[in-house]
């Protein structure tokens, strides 16, 4: 196996610390505390920084340098609809394929039984899982130039996934029995080939995620939680 590029390298670390809320949106990121803490000169971590850009993940400006992307609630809703559109049709690719059915489904209950058996706090393990899950149905369309567009948009709003798994999920019982039965839903429509209601069901989940973080931020508006306030605030608003 080749052994990876310094550029590699410090494109993984900081693709994961942004992914999972280490770094929060709009936090600057600076070439040289980044380089040192991860033993590396600045010209790898120059080329990361231009790479994660290209990605959406982080924004540059010309006086300010590389900052950690912001995604306000228009741009949430945005990226939303467009996760609607390239889902629904890696879906109806993968039934005409003939591969939606139990198979599949069998592939998606594999991952879901591991991610009803983690703990709700570890929230950043728990939003990996939830997007294998996903990911399991998304990729059986094998289309590659959708799934890698697919990928960027969930990457896109990582920071805000894992905030609503830390915030949300972990605080609500009910709201994870809900998540949980809407999963059983979905993998019951993919066993039976269904992909219309396959498409209504994610579209469900879509939108109840983006409801409850919106919820999220009002409730810790008014308990003054300043904590959760100024992690969901930086998140969802510009």
């Not at 920071?159 to 709201?175: G, K």
Request: with cysteine; hydrophobic share 40%; aromatic share 6%.
């Amino acid at each position: 196996m080749a052994k990876a590029s310094a550029t590699q390298i410090a494109v993984e670390q900081l693709r994961a610390s942004i992914l999972t809320g280490e770094v929060l949106p709009g936090a600057r990121l600076i070439q040289e505390q980044i380089a040192e803490s991860y033993g590396l000169s600045r010209i790898p971590v120059r080329e990361a920084l231009r790479l994660l850009e290209a990605d959406g993940l982080v924004t540059y400006e010309r006086n300010s340098g590389y900052t950690v992307a912001r995604v306000d609630v228009t741009q949430l809703h945005s990226i939303q609809r467009l996760r609607q559109l390239l889902e629904a049709e890696s879906v109806r690719q993968t039934s005409m394929a003939g591969e939606l059915g139990p198979d599949l489904a069998a592939e998606m209950r594999k991952v879901h039984v591991g991610l009803k058996g983690m703990s709700p706090e570890s929230s950043t393990d728990v939003a990996r899982c939830t997007r294998s899950f996903h990911f399991t149905l998304f990729e059986a369309c094998r289309e590659p130039v959708l799934l890698r567009i697919l990928r960027n948009l969930w990457d896109s709003t990582d920071s805000w996934r894992t905030i609503y798994y830390r915030l949300v999920f972990a605080s609500e019982a009910d709201h994870r029995k809900q998540v949980f039965e809407e999963h059983e839903r979905l993998m019951r429509a993919v066993g039976a080939g269904d992909a219309q209601l396959t498409i209504e069901i994610l579209d469900h989940l879509r939108d109840r995620g983006i409801a409850a973080v919106e919820k999220a931020v009002v409730q810790s508006r008014s308990q003054e939680n300043r904590l959760q306030a100024h992690l969901l605030l930086r998140t969802l608003q510009a």
